[in-house]
């Protein structure tokens, strides 16, 4: 930077453009006019002695340089702004957007009954909530806070663990049973339909993973049905309709009420507990501490 005289304002235009693709969307996303956006980003490109895009009428591409710069700058264009804004907090209750990634399971069955509450105690600030099967990369994505399986996380975040780890069970109703048996080994589940879910993001099917003899084994069965929404796993069980499979804390009290039949639970799999992810530097805004405190101090799994 010292090299180049660049400016900080500069950099932060050049990010957006990067990001929105246009002079136009740039301008709309910092409230600018597009010439002035433009101005400086040539004033950069002049300073660098490079170009940082290749422009077309229609788009406008990065240049090696132009990949270079943002991927070396991202990191600490988000520092600075999280410091600015965490030392402007000093003066103000907490305010602004706060963003979170988080698969439509732990929507249901962590989030749904608590945000009204966080929204309730922090009126100033906007919460956003987007459901996605996908591993979102949320530095890429500019998205505060998510929550997924595992504490194995990307360079410059922080995993902070909000369950214990927890078996998949395998399950039917009564009447299912009564009418096809209960499955006795592995090998019986060849004989029984399964309720398969397909990730709506890459349109695989979820894998029936299941533990013997020490070993983690795939389990090919025949399907009774393809979907890919949890609830829809449930209430085909529920139904009778074939074998559904789902995380043990969200069917647990249908095996209280007699409602689902668990079995082959020596062979479930287990996946590690929940972990909420956020980066390193965020916290140093309030509007994501808060939220951050907030699930650590209330996000509990309960049933759907």
Known sequence: MKASGASYNQIVIFHTVASEGSIRGAARKLEMAAPSVSQSLK??????????????????????????????????????????EGVHDLSREPSGKVSMTIPRFVYQSMIKPIFPEFCRRYPNIELEISVSEASVNIL?????????????????????????????????????????GIPQSLNDLENHKLIQYRFGTSNRLAPTLLEQNGETVTVEMPRAMVVNDTDII??????????????????????????LVPFLEPHWHEYPGLYLYFSQNSQKARRVRVLVDFLIENAKLNAV
Not at 141 to 157: H, S, Y
Not at 237 to 251: D, E, H, K, N
């Open 43 to 84: 004033l950069l490109e002049t300073k660098l002695g490079l170009p940082l895009f290749r422009r077309s009428t229609r788009q406008m591409a990065l240049t090696e340089a132009g990949k270079f710069l943002l991927e070396n700058t991202k990191d600490a264009i988000a520092t600075l702004d999280y410091a600015l």
């Open 234 to 259: 449930i209430d085909g069980a529920l139904a009778g309709i074939g074998v559904g499979r789902f995380l043990t804390p969200l069917v647990d009290k249908y095996f209280k009420q007699g409602a």
């Open 140 to 180: 890429n994505e500019g998205i505060d806070v998510g929550i997924r399986f595992g504490d194995r996380i990307e360079g410059g975040l922080v995993a902070r663990k909000l369950t214990d780890p927890m078996a998949e069970a395998l399950f039917a109703s009564p009447a299912y049973l009564e009418k096809y």
